[in-house]
């Protein structure tokens, strides 16, 4: 099993749903984040957190909130979509603040029509 | 701030050849460097990382990057491709300086095509 899950995997939603995309991890990291991969633009970061009481915003946070459910689970929503929320969502986790070495999940691929 | 920039969105190289892929970063302090591979259809792994010491790092797969701090520079090198190799490859970076509560700032991505 993969150290960090990703669900789903794919998404097809239409302009305005509610959408949520959800991570667990198993590695036991304080540290999670959630990253967009637009092509040209590498990853951007939309939110992090270093523990459960602990949230913080990226630099593309608008449209998006996220939850910290538990250590293990960090959840990524898109409270009404809108097409260019389209892309390739990574969740990661990290356990060495003063490396910020990063383990991620294999994606979320999200479709906003 | 920090920043990173990969110039190039893609490198070719034949088979058996060596491969430089280009990175340049900027940040306050020192900084703590990274390259990550993405290979299709999956999440980003790590590669290697410069945090302090020797400034030739080895890292998986055969791979190794120089750390120039004169030139900011973190260039990714490979003495001989394979087309296994063929990938997207990410370098990220972090400031030193902050407090630890920063995240990884990633590049924009080059491609890289390893010809048999």
Known sequence: DADVTQTPRNRITKTGKRIMLECSQTKGHDRMYWYRQDPGLGLRLIYYSFDVKDINKGEISDGYSVSRQAQAKFSLSLESAIPNQTALYFCATGRDRNTGELFFGEGSRLTVL | ?116
């Open chain 2, 1 to 116: 701030a920090q920043s990173v920039a990969q110039p190039e969105d893609q490198v070719n190289v034949a088979e058996g050849n060596p491969l430089t892929v280009k990175c340049t970063y900027s940040v306050s302090g020192n900084p703590y460097l990274f390259w990550y591979v993405q290979y299709p259809n999956r999440g980003l792994q790590f590669l290697l990382k410069y945090i302090t010491g020797d400034n030739l790092v080895k890292g998986s797969y055969g791979f190794e990057a120089e750390f120039n701090k004169s030139q900011t520079s973190f260039h990714l090198k490979k003495p001989s491709a394979l087309v296994s190799d063929s990938a997207l490859y990410f370098c990220a970076v972090r400031d030193f300086m902050d407090t630890g509560r920063r995240a990884l700032t990633f590049g924009s991505g080059t491609r890289l095509q390893v010809q048999p």
